[in-house]
């Protein structure tokens, strides 16, 4: 065998080694955004399950003082939410589906997503 030969072989076994590292990386990579998407997933059906919960026991948990104080602190925010909303879809002559929360036109008669009628 030549030094010709001996390089490669040494090449070959990099390359092998090489394509090897790649495909962990992309595996490690796929398994990474799988779980940023479970993750992503779990958060909103952790959303869902508190806005649930909150309008279901709402009026309930007035007995509990702390529980009570941030059901108000909620309220105060959704409160100043909903007026910068109105606020900013005024300023861009916007205005929001009541089905489906969309931003539409002023001038738009129905929702462009859910057909729903607009206006006063």
């Given at each position: 065998m030549g030094i010709l030969d001996d390089v490669v072989?040494?090449?070959k076994s990099a390359a092998e080694?090489?394509?090897?590292?790649?495909?962990?990386?992309?595996?490690?990579?796929?398994?990474?955004?799988s779980a940023a998407e479970i993750n992503s997933e779990i958060t909103k059906r952790y959303q869902?399950?508190?806005q649930y919960v909150y309008e279901d026991l709402r009026d309930k948990i007035s007995e509990d003082t702390e529980a009570a104080g941030k059901v108000t602190e909620l309220d105060e925010l959704t409160a100043q939410y909903t007026a910068v909303m109105k606020e900013l879809n005024d300023?861009?002559?916007?205005?929001?589906?009541?089905s489906c929360g969309k931003r539409c036109s002023s001038g738009d008669a129905f929702c462009s997503v859910c057909g729903t009628k607009l206006g006063e």
């Open positions: 072989i040494n090449a080694a090489v394509g090897k590292k790649a495909g962990q990386l992309v595996d490690v990579s796929k398994l990474r955004i869902a399950l508190g300023k861009q002559n916007r205005t929001v589906c009541p």
